[in-house]
Nanobody
Framework: QVQLVESGGGLVQAGGSLRLSCAASGRTFSGYVMGWFRQAPEKEREFVAVVNWSGSYTNYANSVKGRFTISRDNAKNTVFLQMNTLKPEDTAVYYC???????????????????WGRGTLVTVSS
């Protein structure tokens, strides 16, 4: 079992920045691919970003590419999502998730994760 707890959400004006954190506990953190997903009101959950176990590979949704950065600190069992130039359409509940490294990238970006956090709300005002 892996427990994930997100933090760092809040209210920010358009153009501003936020940094989300996800603290993991349980099994060996470095053995998991880590990702961020989000769900806006009345919309389906969508992929945002993913990072491999070492941090050497990342992938982003086109909607956030160039504005968001995912990173991880295996020594602290934490994954981060730096969000810059935020837009009102970024408003959503953001979820941290973990997947075994054996899963394919297609499965991961489609939400096929093994563990999920409870989410943190990000609201971007115009």
């Amino acid at each position: 079992q892996v427990q994930l707890v997100e933090s760092g959400g809040g209210l920010v004006q358009a153009g501003g920045s936020l940094r989300l954190s996800c603290a993991a506990s349980g099994r060996t953190f470095s053995g998991y691919v880590m990702g961020w997903f989000r769900q806006a009101p009345e919309k389906e959950r969508e992929f945002v970003a993913v990072v491999n176990w070492s941090g050497s590979y990342t992938n982003y949704a086109n909607s956030v590419k160039g504005r968001f950065t995912i990173s991880r600190d295996n020594a602290k069992n934490t994954v981060f999502l730096q969000m810059n130039t935020l837009k009102p359409e970024d408003t959503a509940v953001y979820y941290c998730a973990a997947a075994l490294s054996s899963k394919t990238w297609v499965t991961i970006t489609r939400g096929g994760m093994d563990y999920w956090g409870r989410g943190t709300l990000v609201t971007v005002s115009s």
